[in-house]
């Protein structure tokens, strides 16, 4: 009788449900972009959102609230009513790294506050040298390091960035040392190395690509298992003879926690259509992003991972927040 009694009242609950995800967006939803415009997450977020809104016939606008290293906006968006009319996309990857780093400052749990829709993009790291280091190769690069402890420096674009995160990974895996030199943002960070007045950096592929093609600076690897459609010319790390060093700022769409899971469900199938469609995949690929699609399970499980991963850098390496 009580097992009979749970399936009536499962099926009530889910009948109730089936006509709000059935009407759903019956108005114009909110999509939360964490950064000013201008960057990979807002280039994301606005594909996705011009898709979304032909699909819909209703407007999926996006709304920048940048601060606070991207905590800002999530916060906001984790604390929206969780009606799928306010969603997230997230930098995955920094929002991750945030959770160990500054975890008083964030307002939010990424794990917790949030329903995971699908990944959306991920834009991998590579490694760029000045072209006056000796090192040729990703190998003589560890040797050269190894040799002189600390005389190599690296440039990244600030203290707890996938850039710096993603080379202290790099220094734990190949037990080197190199100093770290922070900037405020990729722009200075590039200026520098360009310049030689800092050696190297690991940086997004698309904004090291241009300068790698003008010789001003020369790819050592790409923190990819497989080399990206936009650098078939660079080996992967493991290709180098690193395997395992992945590093890659990542991308995802995320409803605020209790949002109703067909309507979580209905915004997953609306996204696998849309990172399907050819002239997405192009121009995403024209900035650099590698689509990717994942299901709310699999999205959860990418950031649970993003998390451990990111929190045993942070303790290993000693890193500490500005």
């Keep these: 009788m009580i097992a009979r009694r749970a399936l009536a009242l ?4 889910f009948a109730c449900a089936l ?18 415009p201008g960057g990979a997450t807002d280039a994301v977020a606005r594909l996705v959102a011009q898709k979304l809104t032909d699909a819909f016939g209703q407007s999926v606008v996006v709304e920048n609230k940048g601060g606070a290293g991207g905590n800002l906006g ?23 790294i945030s959770m160990t780093l500054t975890p008083q400052i964030n307002g939010y749990d990424l794990r917790k506050d949030f329903a995971p829709v699908s990944m959306a993009g991920t834009v991998p790291l590579m490694l760029v040298v000045h072209p006056a280091v000796e090192a040729k190769s990703l190998q003589e690069f560890i040797a050269t ?35 770290h030199i922070p900037y405020k943002g990729s722009g200075p960070a590039m200026t520098d190395v360009i310049g030689g007045r800092v050696q190297a950096t690991f940086e997004t592929g698309p904004a090291a690509l241009a300068h790698v093609k003008a010789g001003r600076l ?20 493991a290709e180098a003879g690193l395997p395992g060093f992945e590093v890659s700022a990542t991308y995802g769409l995320l409803a605020p926690a209790g949002t109703p899971q067909p309507i979580v469900d209905r915004l997953n199938a609306e996204l696998k259509k849309v990172l399907a469609m050819p002239d997405v ?21 990418h950031i649970r991972g993003e998390i451990t991963k990111w929190a045993g850098v942070i303790r290993e390496a000693d890193v500490r927040a500005e």
């Design 10 to 13: 499962a099926a009530a609950l």
């Design 218 to 237: 020369r790819a050592l690897a790409s923190a990819t298992a497989t080399r990206p459609p936009w650098a078939p010319d660079t080996p992967t790390a």
């Design 19 to 36: 006509p709000a995800a059935a009407a759903y967006p019956e108005r114009p939803v909110t999509m939360i972009v964490p950064y000013p």
């Design 281 to 301: 995949k192009a121009k995403f690929e024209s900035v650099g992003v590698i689509p990717m699609y994942t299901t709310p399970e699999q999205t959860a499980a």
């Design 74 to 96: 999530a916060r906001a968006a984790s604390q929206a009513r969780p009606d799928g009319y306010t969603l997230l996309m997230g930098a995955i990857t920094a929002h991750s």
């Design 145 to 179: 390091a190894k040799a002189d402890p600390g005389k190599l420096n690296f440039a990244s674009a600030g203290n707890g960035t996938t850039q710096h995160l993603g080379a202290e990974l790099f220094k734990l895996m190949t037990k080197t040392k190199m100093q």
